[in-house]
Every structure is written in C-alpha cells, then in structure tokens.
C-alpha cells in the first residue's frame, strides 16, 4: 500500500486481473500517486485491470486525466480496463465530461472479473 498525504493505494492481484483500489480524493495533488501506480501496474502487462473507485468520493479533471491515460495505454497493449464501484459524485464527473462512454463502467469489483 502506497500513501501520499489523504490517499491510499491498495493494489490486489487476482487469478485474471489486477486490482488498483484508490480511498481517497482523487484530485490535482492526489492524482500523481494513482497515475504512479497505474503507470507501474501497467508495466507488468496484464489483461485485465480493474480500477475500483469505491472509496473516491471526489475526483476533479486531474483524476479524469489519469485515469484517460491509463485507458489509452491499456488499449495499446490490447487490455482491458474496467472501472467500478463509481460513488453518484463521481459517476456525475464522468457524465458531464461524457467519459462514460469510453470507459466500461461496472457496479461492482464482482461484476469487472472476467468471466
């Protein structure tokens, strides 16, 4: 687990996929952090990456632009990127900026595992 100020990164790796699980603001000072991670976790290459958001209660542009970055290099590599458990607030953000459609969005981390 990685901390840097407020947010935590947690990191989990499962039979198919790689879990990142930021609790915290994801936000200008925050997003560093998450983009340090996800940069490191992709790497390693894995097919399937899932970015449990559950525990984000805010993130701002900086957040959206790491998490954009992440997506474009997961689809260089030909892999799959799966974001979930949005909280309203942040669900709302990835509306507005019309994100929701170039990500695939689950309710839940049950839903993101491959089948």
């Not at 990191?11 to 200008?28: F, I, K, L, Q, S």
Request: proline share 5%; charged share 25%.
């Amino acid at each position: 687990m990685e901390v840097n100020d407020t947010i935590r990164i947690r990191r989990d790796v499962h039979p198919d996929a790689v879990v990142v699980e930021p609790d915290g603001d994801v936000d200008m000072s925050q997003s560093p952090a998450l983009r340090a991670t996800l940069r490191e976790v992709q790497r390693t290459k894995p097919s399937w990456m899932i970015v449990n958001l559950e525990r984000v209660g805010y993130m701002d542009t900086a957040g959206l632009a790491t998490l954009v970055e992440a997506m474009r290099t997961a689809k260089s590599q030909s892999a799959t990127m799966v974001l979930c458990g949005m909280q309203e607030r942040v669900k709302a953000i990835f509306e507005i900026a019309q994100l929701h459609q170039f990500f695939r969005i689950e309710p839940t981390l049950e839903d993101s595992l491959p089948a």
